[in-house]
């Protein structure tokens, strides 16, 4: 059972870049997360989506879009990538918004140079 | 808007001592989450708290909420080294989008333990 599959792993990215952030879950959850992690900060939600079709902002949500692509699959994209982007980040997935027991992905290592 | 504070931040002990972790939020959880995160790696749910009063133990560690003080705790009885990590407490924060709750984390504790 692969939980929550996050790709790529690593990433190193020129100022003004843009990439996808892959993330796929196979534990059938309805509600799926981005977070970011960054040194004495905690993690930090960037956006989420309640079920497949709909997504909602989180507490950083500027400089990000995502997309709710169906149900396992909840991508983050960065348009134009910025060194303020620097960080780990983490996808993670509940069953629905009444049970957030989350489980996280094995994160993203992103720097922006 | 839910915070979370935990503390302390950064706490090194001895293998064989007892330590608690504290965690005061700042409004109304509907829960209360405990994490644990080794280095470079990803994060491990380690206990659910779903109401007041509510204990849970698993080995060397023991959390426990009170929602009327707003606060957790993480703690640990008689350290091992495998017990060095990070350990995040968090809440759920209900976001003006409606939907999915999604968790408001602390700081983390960076713990370690020395033999």
């Known amino acids: 059972n692969a939980g929550v599959t996050q790709t790529p792993k690593f990433q190193v990215l020129k100022t003004g870049q843009s990439m996808t952030l892959q993330c796929a879950q196979d534990?059938?959850?309805?509600?799926m997360y981005w977070y970011r992690q960054d040194p004495g900060m905690g993690l930090r939600l960037i956006y989420y989506?309640?079920?497949?079709?709909?997504?909602d902002k989180g507490e950083v949500p500027n400089g990000y879009n995502v997309s709710r692509l169906n149900k396992r699959e909840f991508s983050l994209r960065l348009e134009s990538a910025a060194p303020s982007q620097t960080s780990v980040y983490f996808c993670?997935?509940?069953?629905?918004?009444?049970?957030?027991?989350?489980?996280f992905g094995q994160g993203t290592r992103l720097t922006v140079v | 808007e839910l915070k979370v504070e935990q503390n302390p931040l950064f706490l090194s002990m001895q293998e064989g001592k007892n330590y608690t972790i504290y965690c005061n939020y700042s409004?109304?959880?509907?829960?209360l989450y405990w994490y644990r995160q080794d280095p470079g790696k990803s994060l491990e749910s380690l206990f659910v708290?779903?109401?007041?009063?509510a204990v849970k133990q698993e080995g060397r560690l023991m959390a426990s909420l009170d929602t009327k003080a707003r606060l957790s705790t993480l703690h640990i009885t008689a350290a091992v080294h495998d017990l060095s990590a990070t350990y995040f407490c968090?809440?759920?924060?209900?976001?003006?989008?409606?939907?999915?709750?999604?968790?408001?984390f602390g700081k983390g504790t960076h713990l370690i333990i020395q033999p």
């Open positions: 534990m059938n959850h309805n509600s």
């Open positions: 409004t109304t959880s509907d829960r």
């Open positions: 708290l779903l109401s007041n009063g």
């Open positions: 993670a997935s509940s069953v629905n918004r009444g049970n957030t027991e989350a489980f």
């Open positions: 989506s309640a079920s497949e079709g709909t997504t």
């Open positions: 968090a809440g759920i924060n209900r976001y003006s989008g409606g939907g999915a709750d999604g968790l408001t």
